[in-house]
Every structure is written in structure tokens, then in C-alpha cells.
């Protein structure tokens, strides 16, 4: 057995990778581990998108870490304000000496022999290798290199600027231009009304509507509890009641699928004047639960159509004219800047290459398990969110489980767990992810996927997944615990061509 570098590598240091190293920190101190970062500055997906209005889709309180209170007055905040969270978070725990930077992870190969991870990391220009036994991805769940983007005719054709939030230009003045948004999700709604502050009219072109709501900016009670309470006091019960209170929305929510949407269709109607055509621009296709809704805070979204700055265009592009785009009614809108917010690229684990035991892995044939882990992936831990809640409280339960699980392993003396699929639960699978949002509909056949049963499922349910992962058992039978076993994958999840990766 090789003695590795490291204990523990961590990939990427955003929001997710510096609460990770927290707990790993503070839980199991004796763990020897580092932070890997693609980019040269902390962040991540908070340092990426720096377009006008950049903010957060759900509330501080929860989106922020369970032992670092949120003190700002903004609930729904900007990507700034979070950036300097995370920055804090890193710096008054140490963390900021434990990352390397531009250090993008290209590839893991597992060795059951030797019991460690061997990465290879692009690092100046060069690759050179870094060894752990345990793998934590906090790599998010998207390209940051690359941003979505449809194939459109006469795209090249158009002779002003094209921008993809994704990569916002630094020194773009869009003031008094006449501008184009693309895209109906989270950021369209985002840069509708900020850019719309400066622009001459701002028109932002959907091909269909989506579910938006209007709330407060700031949570008065949290504010007011602030006042009277430590702040030690004050964030934890603003969390739960937060916690609790989405929760019973959701339950609501479900239980009425059409009452909802009728009750959010409605809210939409009375934000806008009388004659506004809400319901071509804001009656969706599809069920509340389907997608994420968008929120806009205070309002900002229906003021900005009020006040008759922005425009929504709900239809089909025909094609990109050398001024503007053509819509497939004959509409033509002219525009000096448009801008595509078509949405991310979805990926699982950073995209990097992963083999064990000489053998590459399909990772489309991989199977969740309770949300954190892969199938015969050995000391692996991925990290990710809720799609119906804030990201972190997810992040949260899987790292204190992920201590649990280190300091479990250590008291037994295992170097080795992987959770054990058979043949049999590999084919037995569903989607990953039952929603129909884009990003996820066009990545879905290379995605990690559902099994028909626990524990080979990603509930969306944070009081399960707070039940299972921090008073459920470490050895529950699915997981193998060794101290060496080669892992044996089962057929479907071998690439194809793994003969030849194990060869090279």
C-alpha cells in the first residue's frame, strides 16, 4: 500500500469546496488534505458570472453555511456580497493557505493496489501528479468553460455584439443601447431589469414562458431578530424557519399541483397593469416542480415591464438578421447588443476522466447513491445541492457525513469503501434528475442515473436526507469497507475502449 500526499483532495474552491475544507478542518484535524482550483482566484461559479445583477435565486439563510451566519441585510443577495462570504469564510478559517490555484484536475485513476487516487493536474503550462486516498468533487455541475449556446441561422450574420453571460466583458457599456436578452430562466430575468437601467429598451426574447415570483429582497424578521438576538442566536432560527417554512410550501405545492399554478399564474396577473398580455408571457407549458422558479426580488422584473423599459417577446427565433433577430411571426426586433442567456452545459464531477484499476469509466452508467457518492466508485464524494432548495444545505449534511464516514473508516482501519451495484441494479435505472429544464433534458444521456430504490436515489427532500445521513448508519450493507479488494466494476459501467486505456 503507497502512503499518498494527501489524505483528502479537494476539487475546486467555491462556495462548496471552502464549507467542505471547513468541516474537514474542524472535524477530522488530523486529516492531511488540499484544494484544488481550476482558476486563480476563490469562488467559483460567485468569481465566474460577473454580468450586471448577478444574485443569488433563493435565500441567503440557507444558502449560506450552517456555521457561518449570513449577517447582511439582503436575503436575496448579490453575487458580490457572496463572493466576499465565501472569501471570509476561507480567510477566518485558514483555508485560504491550503489552496493551490490554477490547478485544473484532468483526470483520476484509482489504484486498488496501491489504495490511492492519482490525479493529473494542468498546472503551468504542465501536467504533474497529486495522490490522495480520499476524492471530494466540489466541482458544481456545469462547464465553466463553456456555455450553452443554440444553433441559430444567420447567427454569424449579425453585425453587433454578442455576449453570453457566462463570459461577460469587463468593460461593456450598454447605456442608451438598444439590447436583446435570449433565454427565459434565472439569469434572463436577472439582467432584464438591471440592464434596462441604463438601456434605451431592453426585450427579452423566450421561447416559452416560465414560473416567476416576486419576493422580498430582505427578511424583515431576520433583520428585526438581529436586533434583539446574538448573532449566534438570531441565524439559526431564522434558517429553520426558513427551512420549515419552504418545506411546507413544497408539501403545499405538491399535494395541488394545479392550485399552484394557478396561484402563482395569479400573482404574476395582479404585479402587472390590466391590459398586459400575461398570458402569453408568463403562463407556462409545464408544472410547478418541473423547473426551478425563477424569483425576482421586490418585484423588479414586473416593475421593469410596468414602467415599460423591457418588453417580453414570447416565440420561436426564425433567424439572426445582420441588425437584430427575426421572430417566425415576422417580427423583427433591431438591437445594437444581444445578449444569450441560453443556459450552462451540464456536467457531472468536472468533467475529468476517471479509471479505476486500469479500466475508464462510463460515467452515464453510474448510479447515485443517497445523492453523494457513484457506484463502485471507490472514496469518492461528490457534493451538490437541491434543486427545489439552496444549494448549501445540501453541501452541509454530505460534509458532516463525509467527516463521519473519514473518521469511521479510521477507527476500523479501513483505506477502502465503495458503494456495491450489481449488474442487475445498473440496469434497473431512471433519470437522474426528474425535471425538464433545458440544460438537463440536452446533458441527460451522459449524466449519472437514478436506481428504482433507496439507496440508489438523490431525494430532493432535505428532513430525509437529514435523517439518513446524520443519524444513519456508516455501514448500511450497501457500502464495503476493505483494506485493499480490487474493485470490480461491473460491465455497463466500463468505457468503451478501456482495454486500451488500461494498455497505454
Same mark, same amino acid.
Given at each position: ?156 450574420? +449579425?453585425?453587433? %455584439? ?48 416560465? +414560473? ?22 438570531? +441565524? ?53 416542480? %418541473? ?180 443519524r444513519g448508519r456508516i455501514d448500511d450493507g450497501t457500502l464495503q ?24
Open positions: 500500500m503507497t502512503q499518498p500526499e494527501f489524505d483528502v483532495l479537494i476539487i475546486g474552491a467555491g462556495l462548496s469546496g471552502i464549507g467542505v475544507a471547513r468541516y474537514l478542518k474542524t472535524r477530522c484535524p488530523d486529516q492531511r488534505f488540499a484544494i484544488l482550483e481550476s482558476k486563480p482566484r476563490i469562488g467559483g461559479t460567485w468569481d465566474l458570472f460577473r454580468y450586471p445583477g448577478i444574485r443569488s435565486d433563493s435565500d441567503m439563510h440557507t444558502m449560506g453555511y450552517a456555521f457561518k451566519p449570513w449577517t447582511n441585510a439582503r436575503a436575496i443577495a448579490d453575487g458580490g456580497a457572496i463572493l466576499n462570504y465565501i472569501r471570509e469564510t476561507a480567510e477566518e478559517n485558514h483555508l485560504t493557505q491550503m489552496i493551490r490555484f490554477d490547478h485544473q484536475v484532468k483526470s483520476a485513476t484509482w489504484s486498488s493496489a496501491e489504495q490511492i487516487w492519482r490525479l493529473e493536474v494542468l498546472h503551468d503550462g504542465g501536467i504533474r501528479s497529486l495522490t490522495c486516498r480520499f476524492l471530494f468533487s466540489c466541482a458544481g455541475y456545469y462547464r465553466h468553460h463553456e456555455g450553452y449556446l443554440p444553433e441559430w441561422p444567420g447567427y454569424e450574420d +449579425y453585425q453587433g %455584439q454578442l455576449v453570453h453571460p457566462q463570459f461577460w466583458p469587463e468593460d461593456l457599456d450598454y447605456s442608451g443601447k438598444k439590447i436583446i436578452v435570449i433565454g427565459s430562466g434565472a439569469t434572463a430575468v436577472t439582467l432584464t431589469p438591471t440592464l434596462a437601467q441604463k438601456a434605451a429598451h431592453v426585450w427579452q426574447v423566450q421561447r416559452s414562458p416560465t +414560473y416567476v415570483v416576486s419576493r422580498p429582497g430582505e427578511d424583515e424578521f431576520a433583520n428585526r431578530l438581529r436586533r434583539w438576538l446574538p448573532e449566534k442566536l438570531a +441565524y439559526p432560527i431564522t434558517r429553520w424557519r426558513t427551512i420549515f417554512g419552504s418545506a411546507k410550501r413544497r408539501k403545499r405545492m405538491v399535494a395541488n399541483l394545479e392550485g399552484t399554478r394557478k396561484m402563482l399564474i395569479g400573482a404574476v396577473a395582479k404585479e402587472l397593469p390590466p391590459d398586459y398580455d400575461w398570458k402569453t408571457h408568463f403562463v407556462p407549458r409545464y408544472l410547478p416542480g %418541473q423547473q426551478r422558479i425563477c424569483a425576482v426580488p421586490d418585484g423588479d422584473m414586473f416593475r421593469t415591464l410596468s414602467e415599460g423599459k423591457a418588453s417580453m417577446v414570447t416565440g420561436e427565433i426564425r433567424r439572426f438578421t445582420p441588425t437584430g433577430v427575426e421572430m417566425t411571426d415576422g417580427t423583427h426586433l433591431e438591437a445594437d447588443l444581444i445578449i444569450t442567456a441560453t443556459g450552462l452545459v451540464m456536467e457531472s464531477l468536472g468533467g475529468l476522466e476517471i479509471v479505476v484499476d486500469g479500466q475508464a469509466v462510463d460515467r452515464s452508467k453510474l448510479l447515485i447513491y443517497k445523492g453523494f457518492m457513484y457506484s463502485n466508485l471507490p472514496n469518492l464524494v461528490y457534493f451538490t445541492g437541491y434543486t427545489n432548495a439552496s444549494w448549501t444545505l445540501k453541501v452541509d449534511l454530505v460534509a458532516d457525513y463525509a467527516c463521519r464516514l473519514l473518521r469511521f473508516m479510521q477507527r476500523k482501519g479501513h483505506t477502502q469503501v465503495v458503494p456495491a451495484a450489481n449488474e442487475a441494479d445498473v440496469a434497473n435505472v431512471n433519470s437522474a434528475l426528474k425535471f425538464i429544464s433545458g440544460y438537463v433534458v440536452r446533458a441527460a444521456h451522459r449524466l449519472p442515473k437514478h436506481g428504482k430504490a433507496w439507496p440508489w436515489i438523490h431525494e430532493q427532500d432535505y428532513f430525509w436526507d437529514r435523517k439518513t445521513l446524520k469497507f476493505s483494506r485493499g479488494t480490487p474493485v470490480r466494476l461491473p460491465a455497463a459501467q466500463i468505457a468503451e475502449g478501456s482495454d486500451q486505456v488500461a494498455a497505454e
